[in-house]
C-alpha cells in the first residue's frame, strides 16, 4: 500500500472533454443533477463501450441523491449515446440503450406515485410507507433505498 | 429560553490520551463518538458553531451519560421550572428510523380534554444529541387554534427528541421519542445546489381541509439551504458557513398564528404544515429572516392551493 498514490483530478469538465490516448479518443460528460449534482459518464467511442457510472443502475435498486426530473430527463438523453454496451455503476455489463428501462419505470413509477400523493395531501412520512411497492421484487436492496428514494422525491416534487 | 445552547461536550473528539487529564479545555473537547481525525475535523465545525452563540452560555461541564442528557439539558433550557409528563396530552410523532437523516419528519400534537379552557402558548422541539440540541421553539398567537404541527429536522446520532408543551397556565408538559439515525447535520448541503441558490427565498403555501371546517390546516415552505455549518463544500472540502432561518412569522390576516425561533437542526428549506382555526382572515402572511439577516416576506390568500 506504501507505493499507492492518491492523484487528485486537475481537470473539471463543465460539459464535454476528449481525452486522446492515442489508438483511442474518451468522451467525457458532465450531467445536470439526476442521480447526484455531480454525474460524469465516459464513452469509449472505439469500441461503444459506455461507463455510465451512478447513471445508470441494473438490478440493484436506483438510489436519488440528486434531481428526479434531473435524472428522468438525462435518462432520455443518454439513450441516444450511441454505445453497444454499458458499464453500469450497480449490475453487469449490459445492452445499450436496453439497459435503462427498468431504471426508467422504476423512477416513473416513483415520480407518478409521490405526484399523486402530494395532490392528495398526503406526508412526506406517507409517502415513504408507501411508494413504487409494484417494484418491490423487480429489485435487490429495495428496503435498503426505496423510503428514502421516497422522501428525496417528495421535497423535489412538492415545489411543482 | 436557550435557543442558542450548545452542548459544547457532544460533537468533537480528540485522540484519547487528550481526555484523560480533564483540564477545563479538556472538558470542552471531550466527546462521546470514538475519537478519529473526521471528529477533530468536525470539532473545528463546533467550534465555528460555538462562536455563532457565543451570547448565550456553554456548559463545559463533565460529559454526562446518554441517559442523563436530558435531565440537565432541561433544566437549562426550561431553568428549572417542573415539567410534568404530557402523557394523554402532548404527543411527538417520528419516524423510528429515519430513511433520510437531514429530513426527518416531525409531527408535534397537543390535545387538550373537553372543558380545560387553557391554550397552547408554546412547544419546543429538543433534539437530545445534536449539536444544538433545540432544534425550534414555537410561540401560538391567542386564540391562533394550532394542535398539530410538523417540520422536518437534522438528526444528527441516535437520539431521544422531546417537545415540551407550555399551556397557557405557564405550566410545562413533555413527550419524547427515540430516532435511529445518523449525520444529518453534516450530511452534504443541497441535493442539488444550483437550483437550491437560484430559488432562495421562494415560498410556497397550501391550505388542506374543507373550507366549512372549525379547524383546517395550512403547509408554508422556504426555499432556503439552511446550512448547519457542518457541512462541507464537496470540492474544496471546506466547511460551508452556518445560515439558517432562524426566524418565523405566520399571519391569519391581522393575528398571529405562530413564530418561531430556530437553530441549526431545521432541514434545508424549512417546511411546516400545521392545523388552525379560521378567523375569517382573508389572507396568510408569513415573514422569516436568515442568520445573515436576509428577510423573506409572502403574503396569499387564505383559499390559495386549496385541497
Redesign the interface.
Known sequence: MADVKIVPPTQVVEREARIDLGDRVLLLQAWR?SH???DLTVLDETTGTLFAGDLVFLRHLPVL???LK?WLAVIDELAAIPAGRVVPGHGPVAGWPAALEDERTYLQRLAQHVRGLIK??E???AA?QSVAESERTRWELFDESN??N???AY??L??E | MGIGLLRGTEYCAVEPSATQEPTMFGHALRCLRPAGSQWTWLCVAGLAVALQFATTRLSFAATPEPEDTWAPLANDIFEGRPLADGTGLVSIEMPARAEDAAIVPVTMRVTLPQGDSRQLKALTLVIDDNPVPVAATFAFGDNAGVSVISTRVRVNSYTDVHVVAELSDSKLYFAKTYVKASGGCSAPAAKNADETIANLGQTKFRVFGKPSGAQREAQIMIRHPNNSGLQRDQVSLLYIPANFVDELRVWQGHALLFSMKAGISISEDPNFRFTYVPNGATTFKVEARDTEGKAFRSEWPASASEM
Request: glycine share 18%.
Open positions: 443533477a447526484t449534482d455531480n441523491d440528486g434531481s434531473g392528495r395531501g406526508t412526506i412520512g415513504s423510503a428514502r421516497a422522501t428525496a421535497s423535489e412538492e415545489w
